[in-house]
């Protein structure tokens, strides 16, 4: 029968394919001014290499620190002194942008914030490089550089005055070409083998796949560095529209996780073999197939099954050991044991429903024969 066959292709983590690619590296620098939030940072800056958090500084404590340990490490206290100093001036900049975004805005009261994040990325194999310079206000866009063209773009008319003048200081368009290709490159792998021993690891993720309501679920988490790619396939088909492919999020333990979901019609959901491979840097891509037949997902008839089993396995060894301690009226032989011990009567009750419950799974199993 083919039931056997399907069950240990549901439980098994098919690895196929080793697929060799290089790997993005990325250094990024977060800065942020704030007005209007009581007990709050007026400006705060955070760094990150590969999704880890590498220094920090805030507007109370007035101090560049690292967050990392090999951070702290790589460089000596005179270098804390000077980042820190520049760290100070920056923030006295970014309070006087807020200051003159909100009159722009014709704004005078309220919460405001003032963002920048702006770094370089590297790929290991092909050796490409890019940069970017971003500005938010209040959580919108508000002008960032086309490092390829050299020059601003302004989404609103507010920032117009800002891409005008910075346009037209091509000596700092020039430095900054070479600060995101090159310097900041430079930097971003000194980084890299400073932290050789975090930054350079790899974590393999961890994968579950299930169906809820009307959406296919693959979940990936636990993997390290962040470059993951999840396929949804149906019936062997790469799934492209309908999938809603998340975002990668960073967990609190330094790795990362990401989800895929499929909506399926409900036609669809009464039958069918979903597959989701999952590629990372740590090794094989990991493929987990979830079968529906009739609108029943059979890895959880299985898994029911199997807990039925061993609750069965130890109702017998809690008897046994019950017997072994004396569960038993004095001069009673072992082949006639008392049951009007609670504790037994318990059991014996309970026994009967596993085994019903064990019959059921397997008469569900057989029924569901793939064919």
């Not at 609103?156 to 003048?165: E, F, G, L, P, Y």
Request: glycine share 8%; proline share 3%; aromatic share 10%.
């Amino acid at each position: 029968m083919k039931t056997n066959m399907t069950t240990a292709t549901l439980l098994v983590v098919l690895c196929c394919f080793h697929v060799a690619s290089g790997v993005t590296h990325t250094m990024q620098h977060f800065y942020t001014a704030t007005s209007g939030i009581p007990n709050f940072p007026e400006f705060i800056i955070v760094s990150v290499v590969d999704g880890q958090q590498t220094v920090s500084y805030d507007s109370i404590t007035k101090r560049l620190v690292p967050k990392a340990k090999w951070m702290a490490a790589a460089v000596d206290s005179d270098y804390w002194n000077q980042e820190t100093e520049k760290a100070v001036g920056t923030e006295a900049s970014f309070k006087n942008n807020v200051v003159v975004a909100k009159s722009r805005f014709n704004q005078t009261e309220g919460v405001h914030t003032y963002q920048n994040m702006y770094g370089c990325q590297w790929d290991d194999e092909s050796q490409a490089v890019d940069g970017y310079d971003q500005y938010g206000y209040d959580g919108e866009d508000f002008i960032s550089l086309d490092l390829k063209d050299l020059r601003y773009v302004a989404p609103n008319q507010q920032a117009v005055i800002t891409k005008n003048n910075w346009d037209n200081d091509r000596a700092k368009l020039e430095y900054l070409k070479q600060y995101y290709t090159q310097t900041c490159i430079e930097w971003l792998k000194k980084y890299l083998q400073f932290g050789s021993s975090t930054l350079g690891r790899t974590v393999s993720p961890e994968v579950t796949l299930l169906q809820k309501d009307s959406r296919v679920v693959c979940h990936s988490t636990g993997f390290y560095p962040d470059g993951v790619m999840i396929t949804l396939k149906r019936d062997g088909v790469d799934m492209h529209e309908d999938v809603d492919m998340g975002e990668t999020l960073p967990n609190e333990d330094g790795t990362f996780q990401k989800r895929a979901e499929l909506t399926v019609s409900l036609e669809g959901r009464k039958k069918g073999e979903f597959t989701c491979e999952v590629a990372h840097k740590s090794g094989k891509p990991i493929v987990k197939i979830l079968i529906v037949e009739e609108g029943i997902n059979l890895v959880g008839i299985i898994i029911g099954c199997v807990i039925a089993a061993l609750v069965l396995i130890g109702v017998v060894v809690a008897i046994v050991m019950m017997k072994k301690k004396g569960y038993k009226k004095a001069g009673q032989s072992d082949s006639d044991s008392d049951t009007s011990d609670p504790k037994v009567r318990f059991i014996l009750q309970f026994r009967p429903g596993v085994l019903k419950l064990l019959q059921a799974c397997a008469s569900q199993i057989d029924s569901n024969d793939f064919g």
